[in-house]
């Protein structure tokens, strides 16, 4: 069976940091490009990270850059997402997202709630 499972997210001050995981299981992500998108509440799901099949091309959205950091373990089934400096407008439902052109298949985990509080 297919999965992706975040973990990690939960309530945190504004200037603090997190470190999401999202474990793979039913395939392998080194086939796949992995990205992390959030939802903030009353907004739209959207991107934050996105990083290669070998972790060499990183992508981070203009909100994140500098204080997030993407990275990946294929030996390990693992995707990460190191949060630094949290701002109050990072609060939203982290998601986890495995894509790949040479699979009909895409995959969303079920997503982990971070707050950040004043």
């Known amino acids: 069976q297919v999965q992706l499972v975040e973990s990690g997210g939960g309530l945190v001050q504004e200037g603090g940091s997190l470190r999401l995981s999202c474990a793979a299981s039913?395939?392998?992500?080194?086939?796949?490009?992995m990205s992390w998108y959030r939802q903030p509440p009353g907004k739209e799901r959207e991107l934050v990270a996105g990083?290669?099949?070998?972790?060499?091309?990183?992508h981070y959205e203009d909100a994140v850059k500098g204080r997030f950091i993407i990275s990946r373990v294929n030996a390990e089934n693992t995707l990460f997402l190191q949060m630094n400096n949290l701002k109050l407008e990072d609060t939203a439902v982290y998601y986890c997202?495995?894509?790949?052109?040479?699979?009909?298949?895409?995959?969303w985990g079920q997503g982990t709630q971070v707050t950040v509080s004043s």
């Open positions: 990083i290669s099949k070998s972790g060499t091309n990183i």
């Open positions: 997202f495995a894509s790949s052109h040479a699979s009909p298949s895409d995959y």
């Open positions: 039913g395939f392998s992500i080194s086939a796949y490009s």
